[in-house]
């Protein structure tokens, strides 16, 4: 084990009051971190994802410059190639773990002023017509769109109403949500899931075996 680059992350509530954990291996203490990198995330022990963002936004940033500086040289197309490859593929990776986080909000920001580069408008123009007009999800609706895939895509994860009991209740089709009174795994990828399936209109809930059919449908009402 090399002790320079081994990390531990002990996580806490915002409840000051917590016992410092010390790990310790053949007599070397090993440190613990506010933060760490895994598969391009960071992780705070907090899970407030606000580590993270700050790590994204100089990217961001810096995409919205180059797609300033090149609008008048290129086509529609091209900016719009130039945005989902630059801007969208970090906006949208890991989303599912970040979008719900108050943080979010400045790269929601940043993404409204890329949007208004692309269409040359002004820096107060309201986006809700432009983000239509280039088929492109705000990124809530990004955040909500990637976390049902999740849920389609890994559906033996979850356990509907109907396979618990044999009651033929309105909310049969249902994902079964468990019970828990803690807001950290409230705001997390499964409960989260869960609770946006099951607000999903019942024609939707329907095609949740068929993949394809799902995906369509649920995308022409974000939009």
Avoid at 52 to 64: E, F, Q, R, T, V
Wanted: aromatic share 16%.
């Amino acid at each position: 084990m090399n002790f320079t680059k081994t990390l531990f992350l002990q996580f806490v509530a915002k409840n000051p009051n917590y016992f410092d954990i010390n790990i310790t291996h053949r007599n070397n203490y090993i440190i613990k971190a506010n933060h760490i990198k895994f598969l391009g995330l960071y992780i705070d022990d907090t899970l407030t994802w606000k580590t993270h963002i700050d790590n994204i936004l100089p990217k961001l940033s810096s995409a919205c410059f180059a797609m300033r500086s090149v609008k008048p040289c290129v086509s529609q197309q091209m900016l719009l190639a130039i945005y989902y490859s630059y801007f969208h593929s970090i906006m949208s990776y890991g989303i599912i773990f970040w979008g719900q986080s108050k943080n979010s909000i400045r790269v929601f920001r940043l993404q409204k002023r890329i949007i208004r580069i692309m269409l040359g408008c002004k820096s107060r123009d309201s986006c809700r017509k432009l983000f239509i007009s280039l088929k492109i999800l705000p990124l809530p609706s990004q955040y909500i769109f990637c976390l049902l895939l999740y849920v389609v895509k890994n559906k033996y994860l979850f356990s509907t109403n109907n396979e618990l009991h044999p009651i033929g209740t309105r909310q049969y089709q249902n994902l079964h949500q468990p019970s828990t009174n803690l807001t950290k795994y409230q705001s997390g990828v499964y409960y989260m899931g869960i609770n946006l399936f099951n607000s999903l209109p019942a024609f939707i809930k329907e095609e949740f075996s068929n993949y394809n059919k799902f995906l369509p449908l649920f995308k022409k009402i974000l939009m």
